[in-house]
């Protein structure tokens, strides 16, 4: 969905290094999401936020920080990479004012992750 | 978005017949269900939903079927098109959780 951006689209980098995945949105949406992907595997919720001054851990938040710096932005930060978070990354968000479509999410086209 | 398939089963369809992809869901409590639609390169695509209340709903060229005895989930899509290629899953929700659990997904192509 184009109105759902992250940069970057792909990226390769060493462990150890931190790294930082930024999500930004213009659908008004008030709530946003990281998950990751990995072959083989649905996609795994990382944090979540309803609100900007709401941050709630998912599944597999270790190793893993967010940052929800204003209702359209929503950046997923890896202190210090390591291999096994090679992944696809997506971004995702929702309504939770409407009406019986509140659970509709849409995504980001994704961030390529390799940690090397 | 390539390797995200790489150990997915695959359903071959010729275009213009009909195509079938299955889903079982684990939570019986899952009162909300989604059907995703996810091209090479691209986020997961909103196909359509239903509820626990229903065991059908149509959209444009798409169904989706729900069986809550056996826990099983199916997305038909009718006359399918080279367009429809694409990796196909499926998430269930429980009704006031943030929760959703999503199945590792089904890849379809389309042969001309």
């Known amino acids: 969905d184009a109105d759902v951006t992250q940069t970057p689209r792909n990226r390769i980098t060493k462990t150890g290094k931190r790294i930082m995945l930024e999500c930004s949105q213009t659908k008004g949406h008030d709530r946003m999401y990281w998950y990751r992907q990995d072959p083989g595997l649905g996609l795994q919720l990382i944090y979540y936020s309803f609100d900007v001054k709401d941050i709630n851990k998912g599944e597999i938040s270790d190793g893993y920080s967010v940052s929800r710096q204003a209702q359209a932005k929503f950046s997923l930060s890896l202190e210090s990479a390591i291999p096994n978070q090679t992944a696809l990354y997506f971004c995702?968000?929702?309504?939770?004012?409407?009406?019986?479509?509140?659970?509709?999410?849409?995504f980001g086209p994704g961030t390529r992750l390799t940690v090397l | 978005g390539e390797s995200v398939g790489l150990h997915l089963p695959t359903l071959s369809v010729q275009e213009g017949d009909n195509s079938i992809i299955n889903c079982a869901y684990s939570n019986s409590a899952s009162d909300y269900f989604i059907w995703y639609k996810q091209e090479s390169g691209k986020g997961p695509q909103f196909i359509i939903d239903i509820r626990s209340n229903m065991d059908k709903r149509q959209g444009q060229r798409v169904t989706v079927l729900l069986n809550k005895t056996v826990k099983h989930l199916s997305l038909q899509i009718a006359a399918t098109q080279p367009g429809d290629s694409a990796v196909y899953f499926c998430?269930?929700?429980?009704?006031?959780?943030?929760?959703?659990?999503f199945g590792t997904g089904t890849r379809l192509k389309v042969l001309a």
């Open positions: 995702a968000t929702s309504d939770s004012k409407r009406v019986d479509r509140d659970n509709e999410q849409f």
């Open positions: 998430a269930e929700k429980t009704s006031g959780t943030y929760k959703y659990i």
